[in-house]
Each structure stands twice: as C-alpha cells, then as structure tokens.
C-alpha cells in the first residue's frame, strides 16, 4: 500500500476515493472500504483513502477532541488489511476545514483526485461546519460524471440493544463501560493498547506476579477494571492479522491478566495499565508491546490483606486462562 503526505503537490486522477476519519477501522469502515475495492476492481483502478492527522476535532474543537482509538500506524495498517491501495494523509490545518462545500468539491475532489466513483457512510460530512452531506456529494456526482455510493450503517445487537448502529462513539462508549468483547464486536477485532514496558513499582514481582507496565499516550484507556486479554511485542505482530509469530523476546502472543487502575489495595494515585503475562519470563523494559483486551473480569477492589490479594490474582489467572483456550 501506498502511503502519502505530499498534499500540495498531489494530482491523482481516476480512482475510487473514499474520505473519512476511519478511527479504529471499525465494521462499519470495513463495509465501506469493502465497497470501495468492488468500485476499484470492476473500474480497474486504485482505492484510495483519504483521511486525515490528527483529528480533525483535535484542531477545531480541542476541549472535546475525544481519544484515538488506535496510534495512526495501526489505522494505516487496517486499512491497508481492509483493501486500500493508496492512503493520503492530509495534516489537519484550521484553513483546510475552513472551505465550503463548493470549494471541498472543486478544489480537493476534482482538483485532486478526479474520481470515477466515490464511496461514503450515510453520516459523511465535509466543507466548514460540514455544510455538505451525501445528497450535496451525489449532485456533484451527477453534475461532474462520478459515480457515488452510498453505505448505510453497519448495525449490531448489543444487550438491550437489538439495533445498535457500529460507529467510533459507540466503540468509545463501550470501552468506557469495560464491556470490551462488545467493542471487539463492532472492530471486527479485540480492542488493543499501544505502549513502552516502564518501570513500576515491583509489587507485583513481590506477590509473586510480575507485571509489566504499559505507558501510553492518546489512546483510550478502557475502564478500570481487570481483563482477560493477551500481548504481543509490536515489532513481532505479523504483517497480515494481530498477535502472531516474529521477533524475541516475545516471539508470540502469550495470555496476560490485565489491570487498569490506581492500585486500591496500595493506595495508588496514579492510574496504572499492568499486564500479568501467563508463563512468560524475560525482560520487556524499553520494548514496545501490545495488549489486547478480549473479556471483563471484575471490577478493581481494595483488599485488606496482602494474601488476599494474591488468592484473587491467583483466579484471576485461571479464568484468563479458560478464556483464552475458550478463543484458541
């Protein structure tokens, strides 16, 4: 796939073009990008993505830009799995999103891409303050000889909602409630945090359960709770899926009881990601790793003896256990 960030400069013409923020890469973005590749292969051309970094609402809005979903090399990568050919990155700048509807046309999609198709979710937005939609997009497809296309939400029975519109709020809104084998319904994937292994506090290592301790930036940090999850060293995922065979010293994914939380027990003020990984013994200080999410275990608790603790870390352990042989 082919990445590029030279916008000024850039005249692609022919193609099937498709423009969104694609936070995450969810189901819903699949279902598009799945579109978008018939579009290219029955045209013979390319599927491009157009999207943007960082979010547009970390410029426009900063107070309420809402945490990523994934680090923009993992988007990269899922969309390069979900079938574009070429990804532009356009750097989000206050004047680009200060353009109407009739420039947006003119000036990015004629002017830069000239597509034969276009292809949007049913919600797409563009120009200042989003003054076009999917009918202001369709008349400039009839007025200028593109075809466009558009798919309608991908929609998911969650609990007590049987009609449940995939999207990166809901994703966000279930990862806040911890029910992360509900979010890894709407990504098509378990949720994953990115982060450097730090030093802790080695209280694990003393009960008898290291951990290592993830440090990340930007990302959403699901609720505070423990997980049944799994982790792999980022330099060992494999090109084509999550988790997999690669480097050392972590050359595979390995099962990991997951904490996020301040460490009641201890009185911890700092808000803590730690993974237990399940027969794993080695150094990962400096290391880039990522920890999946796969199911809620319970919530955090403080504990009155030390011992206590370890007896539930110790059945924390085992069902992490089942639930990983539960998904392969």
């Not at 989000?92 to 990015?108: H, L, R, Y």
């Not at 409630?177 to 003393?206: E, I, M, W």
């Not at 904490?259 to 700092?270: A, K, L, M, V």
Request: charged share 20%; proline share 5%; hydrophobic share 45%.
């Amino acid at each position: 796939m082919e990445v590029i960030r030279t916008w000024e400069s850039l005249r692609l013409s022919g193609v099937v073009l498709t423009i969104g923020n694609f936070d995450g890469v969810h189901r819903g973005h699949q279902a598009i990008l799945a579109a978008g590749r018939r579009h290219a292969e029955r045209a013979g051309t390319r599927l491009v993505v157009m999207t943007f970094d960082p979010h547009p609402a970390a410029i426009l809005s900063p107070s309420v830009s809402p945490p990523m979903l994934s680090p923009f090399s993992e988007r990269l990568r899922w969309l390069e799995l979900a079938g574009a050919d070429v990804v532009v990155v356009v750097e989000s700048k206050p004047e680009f999103f200060a353009m109407s509807a009739g420039e947006f046309i003119q000036e990015v999609v004629l002017g830069r891409f000239a597509p034969v198709a276009m292809v949007e979710g049913a919600s797409f937005g563009f120009g200042c303050k989003r003054q076009g939609d999917v009918h202001t997009l369709m008349a400039a497809g009839r007025r200028h000889g593109f075809e466009v296309e558009i798919v309608q939400p991908v929609r998911i029975a969650l609990g007590g909602h049987p009609d449940a519109v995939i999207s990166s709020s809901l994703v966000r809104q279930l990862l806040h409630s911890g029910t992360v084998d509900q979010a890894a319904l709407c990504l098509g994937r378990p949720y994953a945090l990115f982060g450097t292994v730090g030093h802790g506090a080695q209280r694990g290592r003393a009960l008898g359960f290291p951990t290592v301790n993830l440090q990340t930036a930007g990302l959403l940090v699901p609720a505070e709770g423990v997980y049944a999850g799994r982790a792999c060293q980022v330099d060992a995922v494999a090109a084509r899926g999550g988790c997999g065979p690669g480097g050392s010293p972590l050359s595979s994914s390995v099962p990991a009881a997951i904490s996020i939380g301040y460490c009641p027990t201890f009185d911890g003020q700092e808000l803590l990601i730690e993974a237990h990984l399940l027969d794993f013994h080695g150094d990962l200080y400096g290391r880039a790793l990522r920890i999946e999410f796969l199911d809620w275990l319970r919530g955090q608790e403080s504990f009155k003896s030390k011992e206590a603790l370890c007896e539930q870390i110790r059945l924390d352990v085992e069902m992490t256990r089942r639930i990983l042989a539960d998904h392969g």
